[in-house]
Nanobody, 124 residues
Framework: QVQLVESGGGSVQAGGSLRLSCVVS????????MGWFRQAPGEEREFVAA????????VYGDSVKGRFTISRDNAKNTVYLQMNSLKPEDTAVYYC?????????????????WGQGTQVTVSS
């Protein structure tokens, strides 16, 4: 069973930065494409970023492009989301997902495993 555990969320003022981490259990981390999504209250889960199995390629949602950076360290079974220039509209629960089959997937249904989420709150 694959388990994902996010950390690094918190409260920050607009313009600030946070780095989220997601540790994945098991020995097959490099076989998964990884993604970050977020969900605000009353909203659907929104695609944020995805990275390929060995980190050579990444894609971003339009609302975070140029501000957020996804990366991964396969030796540590960890994927990161560096978030800069945060805005109040970035407030949400952030989830990481692991995808067995699809490269750089933007759809939440493409992901096979999810973490429990970490709250990010940005105040104005």
């Amino acid at each position: 069973q694959v388990q994902l555990v996010e950390s690094g969320g918190g409260s920050v003022q607009a313009g600030g930065s946070l780095r989220l981490s997601c540790v994945v259990s098991g020995r097959t981390f490099s076989r998964y494409g990884m993604g970050w999504f977020r969900q605000a209250p009353g909203e659907e889960r929104e695609f944020v970023a995805a990275i390929s199995r060995h980190g050579g390629s990444s894609v971003y949602g339009d609302s975070v492009k140029g501000r957020f950076t996804i990366s991964r360290d396969n030796a540590k079974n960890t994927v990161y989301l560096q978030m800069n220039s945060l805005k109040p509209e970035d407030t949400a629960v952030y989830y990481c997902g692991a995808d067995k089959d699809t490269v750089l997937a933007r759809g939440r249904l493409d992901y096979d495993y999810w973490g429990q989420g970490t709250q990010v709150t940005v105040s104005s």
